[in-house]
């Protein structure tokens, strides 16, 4: 084995055994490689220690090969897994209609039912974000994670005030919501112009509606005083939060893990030694997933209010 360095090129002659040599030559493409993997690794190991600390020629060489070589996929990306055949629109559409006549045979007060509220409204909220889930190519995407991580969320908040049964916390998780809607209608008050996308009078709405605003204590930091691991173990769904929201939440921070997944691929370039390279990649699908959290969270209404046998991804309950 040779190695230039332009004008001051130096050469190093390396001897192998014969069996190592040939091994070499004859890289098996697939079978076990580990015999050959551990010698080639050895045998860089000693030309790096042989070559002089100054040496110039292996990152020009690094160079030219970058620049006189194309990036190419190291692989094909990632199979899409196609969403079932059950999770569509008219499906979701078919188990949210459902939903509002059982809300409507349980509405027994026109007073404030928190639990009631509650229960009914997370189920709501998490099948629009399903219903959103599906709009091409986003189930694929970044906001796809963004969603399945709000949906297991609101899963484990309504597990949680389901199993704790407690009107003060159905309240208590009201009424932090509420407080919230005042904070940001406050920011407003100042000199602050609200963004477009905010609907100030919305949120004063929701801000004034379940008692004069001058009373409402506003908490900072978690409604329960617990974070949401605590509290889905409380709630018995720790496999739940593990299994989903960790790696989600990186993507809702936008931390390194992430932005490579979705946004860099990996060159198979052999003459780029493995570096990364920007490519909007398509990622898993999480409908399916989504999917059968709301369930779950179906499952937990027609417990708190029994008589909803409908569901998304599997048969109608009886
Ligand atoms: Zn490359």
């Not at 219903?131 to 969603?147: D, F, N, P, V, Y």
């Not at 509606?209 to 900072?220: A, P, S």
Request: charged fraction near 25%; proline fraction near 4%.
């Amino acid at each position: 084995m040779v190695a230039s360095d332009g004008p001051t090129a130096s050469w190093h002659t390396v001897s192998l055994p014969e069996d190592n040599a040939k091994a070499f030559w004859g890289y098996p493409s697939e079978g076990d490689q580990h015999t050959v993997r551990s010698s080639i690794r050895a045998a860089e190991g000693l030309l790096n220690s042989i070559e002089s600390a100054g040496s110039t020629w292996p990152k020009a060489f690094w160079q030219e090969a970058w620049h006189g070589s194309p990036c190419l996929p190291l692989a094909e990306s990632c199979p899409t897994m196609q969403v079932q055949g059950i999770v569509t629109p008219d499906r979701i559409e078919d188990v949210s209609g459902a939903l509002e006549e059982h809300w409507k045979r349980t509405h027994s007060t026109t007073a404030i039912d928190a639990r009631h509220d509650a229960v009914f409204g997370m189920a709501f909220y998490c099948i629009r974000i399903l219903k959103e889930l599906l709009g091409i190519g986003i189930g694929t995407s970044i906001l796809g994670r963004l969603a399945l991580r709000t949906i297991v969320e609101v899963r484990i908040n309504l597990h949680y005030l389901l199993k704790e049964e407690n009107l003060e916390l159905w309240k208590k998780w009201r009424e932090y919501g509420v407080g919230q809607a005042k904070l940001n209608a406050l920011k407003f008050d100042d000199s602050l112009e609200p963004p477009k996308y905010i609907d100030i009078e919305s949120i004063e709405q929701i801000t004034g509606e379940d008692l004069w605003e001058e009373f409402l204590t506003i908490n900072i930091g978690g409604w329960s005083g617990l974070d949401l691991r605590r509290l889905s173990e409380k709630a018995g769904l720790k496999d739940l939060y593990d299994s989903h929201y960790s790696w989600t939440s990186g993507y809702t921070h936008g931390t390194w893990g992430p932005i490579r997944e979705s946004c860099y691929q990996t060159c198979g370039n052999p003459l780029h030694r493995l570096h990364r390279y920007p490519e909007r990649k398509s990622l898993r699908e999480t409908v399916e997933d989504a999917a059968h959290v709301v369930d779950d969270m179906l499952d937990d209404v027609d417990f708190a209010y029994p008589g909803y046998g409908h569901r998304i991804t599997e048969k109608t309950k009886k």
